[in-house]
Each structure stands twice: as C-alpha cells, then as structure tokens.
T-cell receptor, first 109, second 113 residues
C-alpha cells in the first residue's frame, strides 16, 4: 500500500543548528512529493514541492528515487521555523494527497 | 480572497446525533476535497467533489458518512449517528483544477461525547 513515513514525532534543535526532517514513501511509480507546514494556530500550507526545485524560507528537499526519500533540510534553523511539518505525496495522475503523520519541529533559543 | 472557510471550527456531539461540517472553497475553485485526521496520525483522504458531483468517495466510510457540493452554497460533510471513533479533525481543501495545488481550510474539530 502507498504510504508516507515520518519516523520522528518530535525534533528539537537549537537556533542556528542544521535541521533535517526525514520522509520516506512507498510507491513504485512516479510520485509528486510535497512538504506542508502548519504553524501554531494557522492552517496547513504548502511549503514546497519537488517539481519546483526551489528553496522556501531556506528549506530545501531533494527527491531520491533510489532511497524513496524526500527529506526536508535547512542549514540554520530559526525559532520561527517551529511548527508541525507534514510530508505528502501524490501518485502520478492522481489528485489524492497521502500524508505522513507529521514531525513537530521545535527550535530552541 | 479569504481562503477556504470551514465552520464550525469546533463541534461537540453526543453519540447518535448528526454532525454537519461545512466548507466554502476559495473563490474560483470548483474542486473540493475532504480529509480526516485522527489523533497522532496524518490527514487521510475521504472524498473529492466537483460542483454537484462526487468524483471519488473511496476514502469515506460506507455507512453514516455522506458528502455533497451543491450548485449553490458550501460543500457539506454529513455524519449520521456519530460514534466516539468519529472524533477527529476534518479538513477541507479546494483547488481550481483537479491536479493543482490544494489550499486547506482551518479544519473542524469534532468531539463525540
């Protein structure tokens, strides 16, 4: 079955430290991968998608088809990065998003 | 553009009652998706609707759950005879076309007593 695994429920780092939020997916086709973020008391919003290959708020993510991973990285974490992060993917020619269970990132001062 | 609107934000029901959750998509969006998030889990797809049509309801329980998106007015997710296991956050998303970015609403948190 298609699924997304985010192994860490909570990731706590100090301000300025590098961050890597892990995401692995199980799907043999050509997926479209996303990272969504939910800041405190705000709605879920798209952070980035692999097809755009851009950096948003200093975050990047590279799709590794060999390892079926799409880890989210930032070299220097900021306190305002503290939020819930969800990895999601969509199978080719599908509209359904399949979400991981999320990782809470806590950036300490 | 006010974004996707959902109401109520919080809904409390006793077992056996009905729950109605409403979703108004963003202006210009005719595609609506409902997702459910159980505690400690990710969002799970329930149903996809276009105006007046259910396109895919494969993620929705066969009994007690129904959804509609009428020509006028919001999309409605209806849960009849609620049970404690229905307690969850229900999110609605909308998009202008089927494979475009989905924009999410703030969610409705349903608590069944």
């Amino acid at each position: 079955a298609q699924r997304v695994t985010q192994p860490e429920k909570l990731l706590s780092v100090f301000k300025g430290a590098p961050v890597e939020l892990k995401c692995n997916y199980s799907y043999s086709g050509s997926p479209e991968l996303f990272w969504y973020v939910q800041y405190s008391r705000q709605r879920l919003q798209l952070l980035l998608r692999h097809i755009s290959r851009e950096s948003i708020k200093g975050f990047t993510a590279d799709l590794n088809k060999g390892e079926t991973s799409f880890h989210l990285k930032k070299p220097f974490a900021q306190e305002e990065d503290s939020a819930m992060y969800y990895c999601a993917f969509r199978m080719d020619s599908s509209y359904k998003l399949i979400f991981g269970s999320g990782t809470r990132l806590l950036v300490r001062p | 553009n006010a974004g996707v609107m959902q109401n109520p934000r919080h809904l409390v029901r006793r077992r056996g009652q009905e729950a109605r959750l409403r979703c108004s998509p963003m202006k210009g969006h005719s595609h609506v998706y409902w997702y459910r998030q159980l505690p400690e889990e990710g969002l799970k797809f329930m149903v996809y609707l276009q105006k007046e049509n259910i396109i895919d309801e494969s993620g929705m329980p066969k009994e007690r759950f129904s959804a509609e998106f009428p020509k006028e007015g919001p999309s409605i997710l209806r849960i009849q005879q609620v049970v404690r296991g229905d307690s969850a956050a229900y999110f609605c998303a909308s998009s202008p076309l089927a494979y475009n970015e989905q924009f999410f609403g703030p969610g409705t948190r349903l608590t069944v007593l």
